[in-house]
């Protein structure tokens, strides 16, 4: 049963993050992958936060493997950022390519601490 959650939320992130990817490159910002770090930064809230939720109301572990897991682990994505810096770099822009690593490696860790930090006030009483 885990590995079906964990497929089946899979399958759904993956969507997700290929639809708003998409969406953010032809309607927003072609010039720099604002997409992935839209979904990166959204998905490193998201996790902690959930994951505060999750062990502080003792939910069903099934919904960690479907929503954690397999959504948000497949939404998530380090492989499109590397690949997206390298492209950068390749086309000469080393600027906006050290700031795509700055962005998506930093900038993660600190909307994780913020997920972190708003699921304990709201959980933790």
């Known amino acids: 049963?885990?590995?079906?959650?964990?497929?089946?939320?899979?399958?759904?992130?993956?969507?997700?993050?290929?639809?708003?990817?998409?969406?953010?490159?032809?309607?927003l910002?072609?010039?720099?992958?604002?997409?992935?770090l839209f979904v990166n930064l959204l998905g490193s809230f998201l996790i902690t936060f959930l994951m505060t939720y999750f062990l502080a109301?003792?939910?069903d572990p099934l919904y960690r493997y479907l929503i954690v897991v397999g959504f948000l682990g497949s939404f998530t994505?380090?492989?499109?950022?590397?690949?997206?810096?390298?492209f950068l770099?390749?086309?000469?822009?080393?600027?906006?390519?050290?700031?795509?690593?700055f962005s998506n490696f930093f900038l993660s860790l600190l909307s994780g601490i913020g997920g972190l930090a708003m699921g304990r006030i709201l959980f933790y009483k």
């Open 29 to 36: 910002c072609a010039f720099f992958p604002c997409g992935t």
């Open 89 to 101: 770099f390749k086309e000469g822009y080393t600027f906006l390519a050290l700031l795509n690593i």
């Open 57 to 59: 109301s003792g939910t």
């Open 1 to 27: 049963m885990i590995y079906l959650f964990v497929a089946l939320g899979g399958a759904f992130g993956a969507l997700a993050r290929f639809l708003i990817s998409d969406f953010f490159a032809k309607h």
């Open 77 to 86: 994505t380090l492989s499109s950022v590397t690949y997206d810096t390298l």
